[in-house]
């Protein structure tokens, strides 16, 4: 830009103007900047005692000042043929790590690290071990040597320990993975909302391609129908959905006494914020002392002026029920509509009789029968009718008893749902029929399509059955078609303490640890384990609770800054592709190659700086690591 000084009869004028070429090859010209005025209206305006055309000058040298302080960086790419990288040189970084380094600092892992310490004798960096298995189990899973090469290849920190180090280190995790699981509860009770006044607890196994069961490894029912032995890992999620404790037990060790040693530890060691506590489990682990252990007041073992109420809410299957038990439970209620009130009958006893075996819902007043219910109005379809009552529930010894409160819901949406799961196991059990033809099905499990099947056997001969015909069993449809829509619980709260509506609402919240289960499985890949040790299998699992810890904090700080809903698979998708790539080693220069979508405008918010840019330099990059480990 330079000063132009047009002159005319009556004034001077002055002008900031700037060269500019033509589109299109069109040559050169010049334009108009800013026009800055006449003389006299400068000196009107800047003082009789300033000198215009000097300070007209030094105006325009202060505008090519700042426009060359604005100036991008310009870097020269030579289209030769040589060489312009070296051999081996990387290139590509993985950026994505630097959020979950941001929630670990959030959780104070370095003073975490620091008390674990000074316990043990170790002179490697125990921090950034334990770390980079973190960053490595979300970004890239696989066994402890690829996730240390991974982590050398391709993260922007490079490890400062070596592989011998990190098997070393997985003795030293087992050994505090008590005080980790604590610590963090914690520390991330002071970064993010924890709701712990509802826990739900699960377990589920995990097999190892081995032939011979060991100390731990143990035969047992896998998930997956594998004939291989398996470890059983159970752990509790509280009501926000975070992991809070976990525990690893042999594969061949019922199930149902896992919950009470964890719990009690919880209650003791993680100084829970809250004086009620209700339990939520399957029917597999709401075995009769398992109810009764949280139908009781526990003393908090850190805090002994403090105690803690438990309660429980546990699905009950109807079909277990005893028969009378069932027949409540499915009896659709009088309806005064086909079957009025008779002359003869006691008002009086009729209505208690109602009020026992009728059914009710939030925004309807007194009790009805489900025949009166249009379930073609769709105002009725998402609405939950239940009804409830006390059943006395006796140990086996006879010795204790429990007073439980039974809730049956009648929902036509899951009624709805039940149909369509059925039509679609009929069709699979069809399926099954046409290709076996004369072959034999076997029967030795009634929980999938097969329960749908009927079987003839028929002789030639009059002598031994050796033909079997199948076909679909039209009384075990008509039997299980009786359940449709129906849905048990129990609890021990009593119906002062909390409604239907809010026990049947914190009963939902079971998805969480199922959710929580299918993350370790597919997306952390928990197993395969590639360890052998008991003491390293379980740091394994430490570890990949660790993860599934700081990844859900992540996924739930980052859905609150998105418009719309991130699931988890995209959300590490996302972070897996975050790459940075540097072209010029010398001068540190970096580049984001990922693409820009609504989930890395949601993750720079959290992260408050940006990777996303044409150009980074190495003062930017540090700057941004520098901020991801501020606790």
């Known amino acids: 830009m330079k000063l132009h000084k047009v002159k005319s009869k009556n004034a001077v004028s002055y002008y900031v103007i700037e060269s500019f070429r033509k589109p299109n090859g069109g040559g050169t010209s010049s334009r108009v900047v800013e026009k800055l005025g006449t003389a006299v209206e400068l ?28 100036k991008p960086v310009q870097v020269k790419v030579s289209m030769t043929s040589g060489i312009t990288y070296d051999m081996g040189e990387k290139r590509c970084f993985n950026a994505g790590y630097l959020m979950l380094q941001k929630i670990l600092s959030s959780l104070d892992i370095k003073k975490m690290t620091k008390e674990i310490r000074t316990r043990h004798q170790f002179q490697f ?24 090469n991974y982590c050398k290849d391709t993260l922007i920190e490079e490890p400062n320990y070596e592989l011998h180090d990190v098997y070393r280190a997985l003795d030293v995790i087992h050994e505090e993975t008590d005080f980790i699981q604590s610590f963090l509860y914690q520390s991330s009770a002071k970064c993010i909302k924890r709701d712990t006044s509802a826990l739900y607890y699960d377990c ?13 490894r143990k035969f047992g029912h896998s998930k997956e ?71 009781q007041v526990k003393n908090a073992g850190k805090d002994s002026n403090k105690n803690i109420k438990l309660q429980y809410i546990t699905i009950q299957p109807i079909k277990t029920l005893a028969k009378n038990e069932q ?14 009130i008779k002359a003869d009958e006691n008002q009086e006893l009729v209505m208690v009789q ?45 010795k204790k008893q429990l007073n439980d409160r039974l809730i049956v819901s009648y929902s036509i949406k899951y009624k709805h749902f039940m ?26 499990t009634s929980s999938d399509v097969r329960k749908y099947i009927g079987c003839e056997h028929t002789t030639d001969d009059g002598k031994k059955a050796a033909n079997s015909t199948y076909f679909i069993d039209e009384s075990a449809i008509i039997e299980d078609s009786r359940f449709d829509g129906f849905y048990a619980v129990s609890t ?83 972070l897996r592709n975050m790459t940075l790539t540097r072209f010029d080693k010398k001068k540190g220069f970096y580049t984001g190659a990922f693409t820009r979508t609504n989930i890395t405008e949601a993750i720079h918010a959290f992260a408050g700086f940006r990777l996303d840019c044409a150009l980074l330099t190495e003062s930017d990059l540090k700057d941004m690591i520098k901020l991801t480990k501020k606790p």
């Open 125 to 148: 960096d125990f921090e950034k071990v334990l770390s980079d298995l973190v960053y490595a189990r979300v970004l890239e899973p696989c066994s402890k040597q690829s996730s240390f």
């Open 419 to 444: 149909q369509r799961k059925r039509e679609n196991d009929l069709n699979k059990a069809r399926r099954l029929i046409e290709a076996k033809n004369n072959k034999k099905i076997s029967f030795k």
């Open 327 to 340: 027949d409540w439970s499915l009896a659709p209620g009088r309806s005064f509509v086909s079957n009025p």
């Open 204 to 216: 589920t196994n995990f097999f190892f391609e081995i032939s011979q069961e060991d100390e731990l």
């Open 43 to 70: 000196k009107q305006r800047l003082g009789d005692e300033i000198d215009i055309e000097q300070w007209a000058h030094d105006y325009v040298a202060k505008l090519n000042a700042a426009k060359k302080a604005k």
């Open 492 to 574: 021990s709260i009593d119906e002062n303490e909390m409604s239907v509506a809010k026990i049947i609402e914190v009963n939902r919240g079971r998805w969480e640890i199922e959710e929580s289960f299918m993350l370790m499985k597919s997306e952390l890949k928990s197993r395969p384990v590639y360890v052998r040790r008991e003491e390293r299998i379980k740091a394994h699992f430490t570890v990949c609770f660790l993860a599934l810890l700081v990844f859900r904090i992540l996924e739930k700080k980052v859905n609150t800054l998105s418009s719309e809903l991130i699931t988890a698979p995209e959300l590490i998708k996302t």
């Open 225 to 295: 129908n594998r004939p291989n032995p398996i470890v059983q890992l159970g752990m509790f999620v509280d009501g926000s959905g975070m992991p809070l404790a976990f525990d690893v037990f042999p594969g061949n060790r019922n199930e149902q006494i896992s919950l009470r040693p964890l719990e009690n530890k919880i209650i003791k060691d993680f100084c829970l914020d809250t004086s009620t506590i209700t339990v939520c489990t399957d029917a597999g682990l709401a075995s009769f002392d398992n109810r009764a252990f949280n139908a």
């Open 354 to 398: 109602l009020d026992r075996e009728g059914w009710k819902c939030d925004g309807y007043e007194g009790v009805f029968s489900l025949d009166d219910i249009d379930e073609d109005e769709p105002a009725n379809y998402n609405k939950i009718f239940y009804k409830e009552k006390y059943v006395l529930k006796t140990s086996k010894d006879g």
